[in-house]
Nanobody
Framework: QLQLVESGGGLVQSGGSLRLSCTASGSTLDIYAIGWFRQAPGKEREGVSC????????NYADSVKGRFTISRDNAKNTVYLQMNSLKPEDTAVYYC????????????????WGKGTLVNVSS
């Protein structure tokens, strides 16, 4: 069974950058698409980005497009989310989630979740 652990969150000033990592164990990462989600206090969870099992395709929410970049290094069992030009509206707990192979329907169906890492962007 796949286990996922997020890291890299913290407190950063508006306009700054953070790189989140999602590291897998228990199973090989190279058969899983990985999506990033976030949930701000009092708000519903929203999808942020997704990358297919081999990195062949990526997608982004409109709110982060042009600022965030998702990538993966299957040899390190890790997916990254590089976040630049951060805004206070990006403040949330960020989660990674896995499902087999592709990002199709990733907003509706996920099989494995990490526990999240907090990103706090100050004004």
């Amino acid at each position: 069974q796949l286990q996922l652990v997020e890291s890299g969150g913290g407190l950063v000033q508006s306009g700054g950058s953070l790189r989140l990592s999602c590291t897998a164990s228990g199973s090989t990462l190279d058969i899983y698409a990985i999506g990033w989600f976030r949930q701000a206090p009092g708000k519903e969870r929203e999808g942020v980005s997704c990358i297919t099992y081999n990195g062949g395709s990526t997608n982004y929410a409109d709110s982060v497009k042009g600022r965030f970049t998702i990538s993966r290094d299957n040899a390190k069992n890790t997916v990254y989310l590089q976040m630049n030009s951060l805004k206070p509206e990006d403040t949330a707990v960020y989660y990674c989630a896995g499902r087999y192979y592709f990002c199709s329907d990733y907003l509706q169906s996920q099989d494995y979740w990490g526990k999240g890492t907090l990103v706090n962007v100050s004004s």
